[in-house]
């Protein structure tokens, strides 16, 4: 089964730890790399360096969600986070934009692995039960 990927980050995030946490998240939960069909953001990230060549890296396509795109999920949150709302608008960017990805590929998601912290990144992974598996 695909799992989309949610990403969240400081400014300057570089793509290694991007890409560790990730790779740990996957692990952690016995899913291979190549289980990975995409990764999203904030569209307040649209340059990070590190987002881009992460995706690069894994060659998936790598989309971004405005604020209020990734509104609409805030019920569907394992956490809601003050301070992310003060910086984005939205009250949890990771897992919001894997679930704005996962629907945006394959319909009704939930979340697969909720958000996960690493240095200045933060991650969370969706699935779409009733796709492909």
């Known amino acids: 089964m695909p799992v989309y990927v949610g990403l969240g980050c400081r400014r300057g995030c570089p793509a290694d730890t991007l890409g560790s946490l990730l790779e740990q ?16 953001s904030i569209d307040l990230k649209q340059d990070e360096p590190g987002l881009q060549q992460l995706a690069r890296r894994l060659k998936v396509p790598l989309l971004f969600f405005s ?29 919001s934009a894997a679930l704005a ?19 200045d990144a933060s ?8 796709f492909g598996g």
């Open 67 to 95: 604020a209020a795109q990734l509104a609409a999920f805030e019920q569907r949150l394992s956490h809601r986070s003050a301070v992310a709302y003060q910086h984005s608008g939205c009250y949890g960017v990771a897992e």
């Open 123 to 130: 991650l969370a992974l969706a699935s779409a039960p009733g």
């Open 101 to 119: 990805l996962a629907e945006h590929f394959a319909g009704t998601a939930q979340l697969r692995v909720t958000r996960t912290l690493l240095a």
């Open 25 to 40: 998240t996957l692990k952690a939960h016995g899913l291979p790399l190549d289980a990975v069909a995409g990764l999203a």
